[in-house]
């Protein structure tokens, strides 16, 4: 185990490091650097004196190793429009982010297992035609239009669910108001269905299609056939027997997931106003304040790379097929 | 759908006499027929390939022609005379929408292939030579490769097209690149499982060389699975696309494409203008529908295990 823990890390940070390194370059694609960070009427004088404060006149690697000890002490710059610390305020952001993120995460995965698992036992009836159907409308849409469909006609047209604003339940929590942060929870959870729709939609139809495949798969193994044979009740061999194992892949991705819906909030917090990471970066990038979009950036990809590291020990400690292979 | 699972599933079993030669062509036809739903998809890909194609011929107006009188007109209103001017109605410049979806099929088309065209290029060249040679090389590419796919490539995306400035090139290099690693994988996969077998053999011991072992015996042997990918791929790319559009970073605003014209219809919703957000959102769903549509068809397919069972 300890092996591969560390095998983990070091493989952690370089992916770390290899997305450091290109956030960081990213920034030399256009050429200079620093007339991102002066406005467009700045004067020569003005322009030298930036260059010089934030080290763009230095050589490449050298600023690469500041930009990486500088981060090492929570420092990612200042955003260009607030004049604050960047990170600071990504991070006033974050618990909104992961409140929609985790609500979206769960409801995506609870109700894609019984949905998959329904559609591979009535493999090839109109049932498991019409949920696959819907599944696959269900990759085909973009995310945000659903959000703003969902606006346009639920909240909109029938007036069922609020079409903006958020009740915060972690910033509570963080404060140590617990009654406070458990009395918002209804409340929150009603301003949370649509845009956790939003950015759960296509995770809910691929990890339904995922479940019901892995479920038939399974169905179809031996030992299946020998649970059957001796008599089981067929609740049983599905619950008991298929269920667990045809979870695995889903398991499996769900570190994975998280990443891949974080980047879905971008959109669906600007479509619903929401008051997380995502708003603060489309605002950053439409006034091109970069070290704030670059902050988020770095910033999400600590939480990717942590959280699947994370996700990757424990199902190691779970499953010790997976260390030793 | 889905049914790469049974490969003896009988309805997917393709009987013909076996003395008959049957043309890959005509077995590909035979299929898609018999599987129904794929053909509508490659109907809605033609009629959406025909708008990209021949736009400017069909589109009823101008696209940026601004009529601010006739602004937010709904769809299917008639004028005094009678005549349905905006089948589809007009943005908030009065612009026809129809003629902005039109030709915003280009875009979104252009996008998605040429950028899986782009990233399965790269992916696939990159593979090929990961798989074919091994050793430094191999750890090297699929080292980065791990490190990008670690990593949702999208926020990256997004972090490039702010400092470069948006514009079709840029889109479309970007998205292209974050596409190669799926290629890569898969070619160098199937690159390492061909290498060993004796038509390599052979080819070698007749004196080829590596350019042609991996040109002309390998590649084509790798080529199904990665084709199976880039029509899922250039899906999801088109989804990007219009993501990105809708946070402003897709093409220039004068160009109409369809995550453009969504982007403008959030601040008309509460305005009551349905239609901006409607239509082009219907578009994209249907082309990516249809593309993913095709690419289970085509893996069932290509999947040598259901041709095995024929």
């Known amino acids: ?325 | 759908m889905a049914q790469t699972l049974n490969p003896a599933q009988p309805s997917m079993v393709v009987k013909l006499d076996p003395r008959v030669e049957v043309s890959n062509w005509r077995r590909a036809r035979y299929s898609l027929l018999k599987a129904g739903w794929p053909v509508l998809g490659l109907v809605i890909l033609g009629v959406m390939l025909f708008l990209a194609l021949f736009g400017p011929q069909i589109a009823p107006k101008d696209p940026n022609r601004q009529n601010l009188i006739l602004r937010l007109t709904a769809p299917m209103v008639a004028d005094d005379a009678g005549n349905v001017d905006f089948p589809l109605g007009t943005d908030s410049l009065g612009r026809d929408v129809l003629s902005r979806m039109i030709y915003g099929a280009r875009i979104s088309l252009m996008v998605g292939v040429v950028a899986v065209f782009i990233g399965g290029f790269m992916g696939t060249a990159l593979g090929l030579l990961a798989g074919y040679f091994g050793g430094l090389l191999d750890d090297v590419i699929m080292r980065i490769a791990d490190i990008q796919l670690a990593f949702p490539f999208i926020l990256l995306t997004i972090m490039v097209l702010v400092v470069l400035g948006s514009g079709v090139l840029n889109l479309v290099l970007v998205l292209g690149i974050g596409q190669w690693v799926t290629y890569a994988r898969i070619a160098r996969g199937q690159t390492i499982s061909q290498r060993e077998k004796e038509y390599v053999e052979a080819a070698r011991s007749i004196g080829a060389r590596d350019s042609r072992i991996l040109f002309r015996s390998i590649l084509p042997n790798t080529l199904a699975p990665l084709i199976v990918i880039a029509s899922f791929n250039v899906a999801s790319v088109i989804l990007s696309e219009a993501s990105l559009s809708f946070l402003g970073l897709g093409v220039p605003p004068t160009v109409p494409t369809w995550g453009g014209i969504l982007a403008e219809s959030r601040d008309q919703l509460l305005g009551g203008s349905w239609w901006l957000a409607v239509f082009p959102g219907v578009a994209i769903m249907l082309t990516v529908l249809s593309l993913n549509i095709l690419g289970d068809w085509l893996r069932d397919f290509l999947d040598p295990r259901l041709r095995r069972s024929s």
């Open chain 1, 1 to 325: 185990m300890s092996a591969y823990i560390i095998r983990r890390l070091l493989q952690s940070i370089l992916v770390l490091l290899g997305v450091t390194l290109l956030s960081f370059l990213t920034l030399h694609l256009a050429g200079d650097p620093t007339y991102l960070y002066v406005s467009e009427r700045a004067s020569e004088e003005e322009i030298v004196m930036t260059r010089q404060r934030l080290g763009f006149d230095r050589p490449l690697h050298e600023q690469y190793l500041g930009f990486l000890g500088r981060m090492a002490q929570g420092d990612l710059g200042l955003s260009l429009r607030a004049r604050k610390p960047a990170l600071g305020l990504v991070l006033e952001r974050l618990p909104a982010t992961i409140e929609l993120t985790l609500f979206a995460m769960l409801f995506s995965t609870a109700l894609a297992i019984p949905i998959g698992i329904i559609s591979a036992l009535k493999r090839g009836t109109r049932v498991d035609g019409g949920i696959m159907l819907i599944a696959m409308l269900g990759q085909s849409i973009p995310g945000f239009w659903l959000g703003i469909m969902l606006i346009l006609f639920v909240g909109l047209e029938l007036r069922w669910l609020p079409i903006s604003g958020h009740i915060p339940v972690i910033e509570p929590l963080l404060e140590g108001d617990f009654s406070k942060a458990l009395t918002n929870v209804p409340d929150a959870f009603v301003h949370l269905i649509m845009p956790g729709l939003t950015v759960g939609v296509f995770s809910l139809s691929r990890n339904a299609r995922l479940v019901r495949s892995s479920m038939l798969e399974v169905l179809s193994l031996e030992y299946i056939t020998t649970a059957r044979a001796k008599g089981l009740q067929e609740r049983l061999v599905v619950l008991r027997h298929a269920f667990r194992n045809a979870l695995i892949p889903v398991v499996t991705l769900l570190g994975l997931e998280f990443g891949f819906l974080l980047s879905g909030v971008v959109v669906a917090e600007t479509v619903f106003s929401w008051p997380g990471v995502g708003r603060l970066v489309f605002n950053a990038i439409n006034q091109r304040d970069i070290p704030l979009v670059q902050a988020a950036v770095v910033l999400f990809a600590f939480l990717f790379v942590g959280l699947n590291l994370l996700v990757d020990l424990i199902y190691a400690q779970l499953d010790p097929r997976i260390r030793l292979s």
